[in-house]
């Protein structure tokens, strides 16, 4: 059984922190990882995909990839109220579909 | 505008009752999923399709059914032999690149409430 393991929080950061979200992974043939946000009531959307190891920087976005360690992370930097929201991880599979981690819910406080 | 389009977004069912949630795409995407998340929780599969006339179960399709005739359309059908299926219901599409499940693209949703 293929797992995605993700502390649910809620993680809590004053506004302008950097929030730290952190996803591990069972199927070492994972290759590639999703980060979705997903507002309350709403569906998930992409904000992030990272296929190399290292790190991957989108404006206050910054992915980072560890296959070795079977784990990915999702850094927020100067946070912001508008960021609370539940993060998703999922890695990309190879035929069948992706399979999400249960998500963090991220809070930040004004 | 290139989406996927879910209906209804509010769905009321008596126990007892099938309900068929309805899930279209014009993004030309071969692949079509349906997941389910309930309050706090994370999504979980259900049923996936690949290509026209084949699906296959994701990790809860206990009491679901679907069909795939259509490349755009991918309906999921709530039997009465679903114990507790009040949550709330996402479909998705992918392009599928080099043979992962690439970017999944979602609907708005259904919510679902049995009465």
């Known amino acids: 059984q293929k797992e995605v393991e993700q502390n649910s929080g809620p993680l809590s950061v004053p506004e302008g922190a950097i929030a730290s979200l952190n996803c591990t992974y069972s199927d070492r043939g994972s290759q590639s990882f999703f980060w979705y946000r997903q507002y309350s009531g709403k569906s998930p959307e992409l904000i992030m995909f990272i296929y190399s190891n290292g790190d991957k920087e989108d404006g206050r976005f910054t992915a980072q990839l560890n296959k070795a360690s079977q784990y990915v992370s999702l850094l927020i930097r100067d946070s912001q109220p508008s960021d609370s929201a539940t993060y998703l991880c999922a890695p990309n599979q190879a035929g069948t579909a992706l399979i999400f981690g249960k998500g963090t819910t991220l809070s930040v406080s004004s | 505008d290139g989406g996927i389009t879910q209906s209804p977004k509010y769905l009321f069912r008596k126990e007892g009752q099938n309900v068929t949630l309805s899930c279209e795409q014009n993004l030309n995407h071969d692949a079509m999923y349906w997941y389910r998340q309930d309050p706090g929780q994370g999504l979980r599969l259900i049923y996936y399709s690949q290509i026209v006339n084949d699906f296959q179960k994701g990790d809860i399709a206990e009491g679901y059914s679907v069909s795939r005739e259509k490349k755009e359309s991918f309906p999921l059908t709530v039997t009465s032999a679903q114990k507790n299926p009040t949550a709330f219901y996402l479909c998705?599409?992918?392009?599928?690149?080099?043979?992962?499940?690439?970017?999944?693209?979602f609907g708005e949703g259904s919510r679902l409430t049995v009465l």
């Open positions: 998705a599409s992918s392009p599928r690149d080099r043979g992962t499940t690439g970017e999944l693209f």
